[in-house]
């Protein structure tokens, strides 16, 4: 059973625009979330993350919000440039299993039209 | 800065073969972890390791094994390569409470 969600495949936006990639969690203990974003025969890049004590963080134009009533969780990138298309990853920590292994979503491919 | 360095950017290898992928980072990271990823998948967590010689499974074991007989150096092995096992991997490192660094990536192609 999938424990992080992201239940859109893909996202088209307008280059100055908001681009916002949503992802829902089931698991309750899970304390830390993170996003990465992969360019097509590259390795994943961290991009931000946020504690689960925590409810926005904010670092340049990527800001993540965190409802924990909700399990859910957003990316919001602005101004949205041509250079953010790629697939953007949600994962999650359960601090509780063991080696604490980041549990990825499925991905979302934003493609930022100039 | 950190790097995780897969040691080959692509591999084509024959159904059956013994295909080795290794994976070096240079953190002194207590945990590494094997992914692969497939379109419309994501990234699903193979293997990983929190100590030398330490290794759990993670969602999709079968078919592969792991070494880490080294604090720096992760190795999947697949033991027969079959042609289900062709996809992206990707291999990380993270300091315990950390964001995890990925590698470049290996796409395999078994045939």
């Known amino acids: 059973d999938q424990q992080v969600k992201q239940n859109s495949p893909s996202l088209s936006v307008q280059e100055g625009r908001i681009s916002i990639l949503n992802c829902d969690y089931t698991?309750?203990?899970?304390?830390?979330f993170l996003w990465y974003k992969k360019y097509p025969a590259e390795g994943p890049t961290f991009l931000i993350s946020?504690?689960?004590?925590?409810d926005k963080n904010e670092d340049g134009r990527f800001t993540v919000f965190l409802n924990k009533s909700a399990k859910h969780l957003s990316l919001h990138i602005v101004p949205s440039q041509p250079g953010d298309s790629a697939v953007y990853f949600c994962?999650?920590?359960?601090?509780?299993?063991?080696?604490?292994?980041?549990?990825f979503g499925k991905g979302t491919t934003l493609s930022v039209s100039s | 800065d950190v790097k995780v360095t897969q040691s080959s950017r692509y591999l084509v290898k024959r159904t059956g073969e013994k295909v080795f992928l290794e994976c070096v980072q240079d953190?002194?990271?207590?945990?590494m972890f094997w992914y692969r990823q497939d379109p419309g998948l994501g990234l699903r967590l193979i293997y990983f390791?929190?100590?030398?010689?330490?290794?759990e499974k993670g969602d999709i074991p079968e078919g592969y094994s792991v070494s880490r007989e080294k604090k720096e150096r992760f190795s999947l092995i697949l033991e027969s390569a079959s042609t289900n096992q062709t996809s992206m991997y990707l291999c990380?490192?993270?300091?315990?409470?950390?964001?995890?660094?990925f590698g470049q990536g290996t796409r395999l192609t078994v045939v």
């Open positions: 990380a490192s993270r300091r315990q409470g950390a964001e995890a660094f």
């Open positions: 698991n309750s203990m899970f304390d830390y």
């Open positions: 946020i504690s689960s004590i925590k």
């Open positions: 994962a999650a920590r359960d601090y509780n299993q063991a080696g604490t292994a980041l549990i």
């Open positions: 953190m002194d990271h207590e945990n």
């Open positions: 390791s929190y100590d030398v010689k330490m290794k």
